[in-house]
T-cell receptor, first 112, second 111 residues
Framework: EAQVTQNPRYLITVTGKKLTVTCSQN?????MSWYRQDPGLGLRQIYY???????DKGDVPEGYKVSRKEKRNFPLILESPSPNQTSLYFC???????????FGQGTRLTVV | QKEVEQDPGPLSVPEGAIVSLNCTYS??????FMWYRQYSRKGPELLMY????GNKEDGRFTAQVDKSSKYISLFIRDSQPSDSATYLC???????????FGAGTTVTVRA
């Protein structure tokens, strides 16, 4: 089954404790991205990757890092999480930029 | 002005009714038009997409794109309580690095 898999689904952490949210897709897609979804603000892009070792900032990249060492994986790293990063996070993939995207199930992150 | 406008609703209809959802946009370069369904605290699920103009039908769902008016629609026939969700429109131009989303319309189908 074609899918985008994120882990963990739920995470509660404390301010400043580094964490990683993993994302994996099995569709051999070149393009992957991370979004966060907040009430009243909708879905906003954090980072995207056009291919292995090629990443760039989206609209709200502050406080986040990403890496793309393999085509299928695109982890999101929060080096020093803060409470304003409490949000619902989604990973998405598509065959190329500007085309239809498929989303993961989401990771609900709470930073206390 | 937002690039994609979508009435957030909420919209409440009785079971069996036709649900009509729409979005307007300003960027004439948009070519892909998508509708996603999102259940509470779940990921957006791709329902349908259309490339450029025209209509597309899939079961109870029909998507329409009118590029001349910069207007897209999604119709749900014979709506069911299981259709209760938030529906997001999304669009992209060929070289876009991200999707442009509407705010989402929350739909409740009453049994």
């Amino acid at each position: 089954e074609a899918q985008v898999t994120q882990n963990p689904r739920y995470l509660i952490t404390v301010t400043g404790k580094k964490l990683t949210v993993t994302c994996s897709q099995n569709m051999n897609h070149e393009y992957m991205s991370w979004y966060r979804q907040d009430p009243g603000l909708g879905l906003r892009q954090i980072y995207y990757s056009m291919n292995v070792e090629v990443t760039d900032k989206g609209d709200v990249p502050e406080g986040y890092k990403v890496s793309r060492k393999e085509k299928r994986n695109f982890p999101l790293i929060l080096e020093s999480p803060s409470p304003n990063q409490t949000s619902l996070y989604f990973c998405a993939s598509s065959s190329s930029r500007g085309t239809v995207a498929f989303f993961g199930q989401g990771t609900r992150l709470t930073v206390v | 002005q937002k690039e994609v406008e979508q009435d957030p609703g909420p919209l409440s209809v009785p079971e069996g009714a036709i649900v009509s959802l729409n979005c307007t946009y300003s960027n004439s370069a948009f070519q892909y038009f998508m509708w996603y369904r999102q259940y509470s605290r779940k990921g957006p699920e791709l329902l349908m997409y259309t490339y450029s103009s025209g209509n597309k039908e899939d079961g109870r769902f029909t998507a329409q794109v009118d590029k001349s008016s910069k207007y897209i629609s999604l119709f749900i026939r014979d709506s069911q309580p299981s259709d209760s969700a938030t529906y997001l429109c999304a669009m992209s131009a060929p070289n876009d690095y991200k999707l442009s989303f509407g705010a989402g319309t929350t739909v409740t189908v009453r049994a």
